[in-house]
């Protein structure tokens, strides 16, 4: 690093005329001596002298993205990972668009896709940033070279594992690579105060290929995940040294690329909502916010020929196994030899022991043909002696679902929250909570 701001010690490849950390103007000097590479050589400075960082943070006016990327503080590198087709190019290309409309120059590279074809998805997505920079570029020297030119507040770099970081690192999209490409990156973001994102691919299985390796490396990961034959896509953070990671943005992937979804605590349940046995509605937590999900069930008396069928869409097979042996013992009703359907609509996977309750109720519900009301709804972990326990977040659940017209929950025993507008039967065990839907 040949420049250095001499009141804050800051590092640049390059001359600045304001330092990008301590925001004063004129004080960058060629630094004498060699320095080692990487930000290296600042001395150890008392608490009080070290300026504090401008509160600046970069926003895309998307609440929903920005509430998951929790405010990107200049010089924040951004893991951005999801599987091929997912959408990842077409919302980086989004948020470089309205980035660039509010805070400059952003540079975005593709190592994918010509300039062209990067161009003619912007028109379709309805962007024309004079201050957006296009470049298709796999080798990392005329990246940085592009980045010195402009200095971007934000450069896109899609994706990670088509960066050619050095000529004697094996191929590329390699481990060595990739890396090399992610530690360099993140030294010039650091070193300019640059936002800067590196997109990733994730292989199916749900791992960072390679990338899982450079997750020290980053400040933030997020994920965009796709919703089971939907065009829903769920934008999750997983690591942020900067704010929340419990944070979910719900979007949808349209004609014009992906926008936020404007309920989504009510997406995932039948906007009829016509009651209809082996149904239940359960408030399920998605990072801190609430989404409403109708558990669906079919009970049918199994052919008698072998063991009878049990499928499940979006929830787990075990723990429903778990529970089929619960309902049998403890309600004393035959579902061992019946074939058991279960879907969560819309999609959505649910992994919460607080749909436990609900998946009861629907396999009830259709064993019985009984449906339940379209105003309740129910949440509740069931344990192995037919017990029905607290959930996480109980009361903030509740607190919603009565928000979104439900005037009746069937929950576990335990505080409420004051003022609450919704009738709340509290159960201890899944017989009660049968017979307060009528199921028992
Ligand atoms: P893409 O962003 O290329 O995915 P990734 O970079 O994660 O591999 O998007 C892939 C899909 O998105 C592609 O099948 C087309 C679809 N798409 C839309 O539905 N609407 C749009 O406006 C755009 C640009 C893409
Ligand atoms: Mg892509």
């Known amino acids: 690093m040949p420049y250095r701001c001499r009141e804050c010690g800051y590092q640049s490849p390059k001359w600045l005329g304001r330092c990008p950390r301590c925001g004063k103007w004129e004080t960058f000097e060629e630094s004498r001596g060699a320095m080692p590479e990487g930000g ?7 608490l009080p002298e070290i300026p504090t960082p401008s509160g600046e943070r970069l926003a895309t006016g998307l609440p929903e993205v920005d509430r998951v990327l929790g405010g990107l503080v200049p010089g924040a590198v951004v893991l951005f990972g999801g599987e091929p087709g997912v959408g990842k190019s077409t919302l980086l290309l989004q948020l470089a668009g309205r980035l660039a409309s509010r805070h400059g120059v952003v540079l975005y590279v593709s190592g994918e896709e010509a300039v062209a074809q990067v161009k003619l998805r912007a028109e ?3 962007i024309a940033e004079p201050s957006l920079y296009l470049q298709s570029e796999q080798e990392l020297l005329p990246i940085v070279r592009a980045v010195e030119e402009l200095d971007p507040a934000v450069l896109v770099v899609d994706s990670l594992q088509t960066v050619l970081a050095r000529p004697d690192g094996g191929e590329i999209g390699g481990l060595v690579q990739v890396r090399e490409a992610a530690a360099q990156l993140s030294r010039l973001a650091k070193g300019l105060g640059m936002v800067t994102f590196l997109v990733s691919h994730i292989t199916k299985g749900g791992e960072f290929a390679g990338p899982k390796t450079v997750e020290h490396l980053v400040d933030v990961t997020v994920q965009l995940e796709g919703v089971r034959e939907s065009e829903l896509r769920l934008l999750r953070c997983v690591k942020n040294r900067f704010g929340s990671t419990a944070e979910v943005a719900v979007l949808q992937m349209g004609p014009s690329g992906l926008t936020e979804v404007a309920n989504p605590s009510l997406f995932f349940v039948s906007q009829d909502r016509e009651p209809k046995p082996g149904a239940a509605v359960v408030p399920v937590l998605e990072g801190s916010r609430t989404l409403l999900v109708e558990i669906q069930a079919l009970t049918a008396p199994g052919s008698g020929f072998g063991p009878p069928q049990r499928r499940t869409a979006g929830l787990d097979l075990n723990r429903t196994s778990v529970l089929l042996a619960v309902i049998e013992k403890y309600l004393g009703v035959h579902v061992r030899a019946m074939d058991v359907y279960l879907a969560v609509a819309g999609g959505l996977e649910v992994r919460e022991p607080a749909a436990d309750l609900g998946v009861c109720a629907a ?10 009301p379209s105003d309740t709804v129910v949440v509740g972990e069931v344990g192995l002696s037919g017990e029905v326990r607290p959930v996480r977040r109980g009361p903030e659940r509740l607190q919603e679902v009565a928000k979104l017209g439900f005037s009746r929950a069937v929950a576990p025993k335990g505080p409420l929250p004051k003022r609450l507008s919704l009738d709340v039967v509290q159960v201890q065990t899944l017989s009660q909570a ?6 028992g």
């Open 40 to 46: 290296g050589g600042e001395p150890p400075r008392p």
């Open 124 to 126: 379709r997505l309805g």
């Open 363 to 372: 396999i009830l519900g259709s064993v019985r043909g009984r449906a339940i």
């Open 434 to 439: 049968m017979d307060a839907l009528e199921l």
